[in-house]
């Protein structure tokens, strides 16, 4: 085995220290989203593609059926003809975004999802602007917007007398050690195929900042539940917090 001197020893040490360095680099790079490192004006077609299917602001949530009482349940309780929520009973997973059966004779149902957006983030707005999206909602005003994609709803069955009431009062954005803040406005509309997209506006009078570890949001819509966390230390973009 040849002589190695210090001298050696050290070159080798600080070459290969080198090439790991730029190897992780270029991994980092890699991984860092391009939309990232871009001025907002400078976005293309694919950074806002990246924006809504994988950023801060987009969260896909997995839904929940909640237990609906049958008639023998109803007739047992004495509330026979109500508690069931605006007729959608025989409503199962498998129509939501994500479900299906496991095969075709199973009642065993996979989870199904529900796209949330954090609508009144400038990235997510910017998306939606480059891409035309034809589903955004509109909406105006100063309010921490969310918007739940794809409820598998007629959004006319949605907007029955009562209901709108009922969606506002169960759209809820929640800290830990704050009072919950709940929805100021609901606006639903339709996507077609029986889905719909519901839009919740919050009042900005509790100001959510960047010392907030999490806000969760919460919404029903009839028997149908969802909750997702947010992050505000992630929903950044150039430095500063963007909701």
């Known amino acids: ?11 080798m040490y600080r070459a290969k220290t080198f090439y790991l360095f730029l190897f992780s680099t270029v991994l980092l790079m890699a991984a860092t989203p391009s939309w990232q490192n871009k001025p907002i004006a400078q976005w293309d077609e694919n950074d806002a593609k990246q924006v809504l299917r994988n950023s801060p602001w987009v969260k896909r949530a997995t839904a929940t059926l909640l237990f609906q009482p049958s008639e023998d349940q109803l007739r047992a309780g004495g ?104 929805a ?25 900042g960047a010392e907030d570890k999490r806000v969760e949001f919460s919404a029903q819509f009839g028997p149908i539940y969802v909750a997702q966390y947010f992050y505000p230390q992630e929903m950044r973009f150039h430095g500063k917090l963007d909701l």
């Open 1 to 11: 085995m040849p002589y190695l001197s210090v001298e050696n020893l050290l070159t």
């Open 79 to 182: 509330k026979m003809g109500g508690g069931k929520s605006v007729g959608l009973e025989s409503l199962q997973l498998s129509s939501l975004i994500g479900g299906n059966t496991h095969h075709e004779n199973s009642t065993t149902k996979k989870p199904g999802y529900l796209v949330l957006r954090w609508e009144s983030a400038s990235p997510v707005r910017t998306a939606e602007s480059k891409l035309e999206d034809p589903n955004a909602p509109g909406w105006d005003g100063e309010y921490y917007a969310i918007a739940v994609y794809g409820v598998p709803i007629d959004a006319g069955r949605l907007d029955e007398a009562g209901q709108s009431a009922d969606l506002k009062k169960l759209g809820v954005l929640k800290r830990e050690g704050m009072k919950d803040l709940t």
């Open 184 to 208: 100021a406005k609901v606006d639903i509309v339709s996507s077609g195929a029986g889905l719909a997209t519901v839009l919740y506006l919050f009042p900005r009078t509790r100001t959510i």
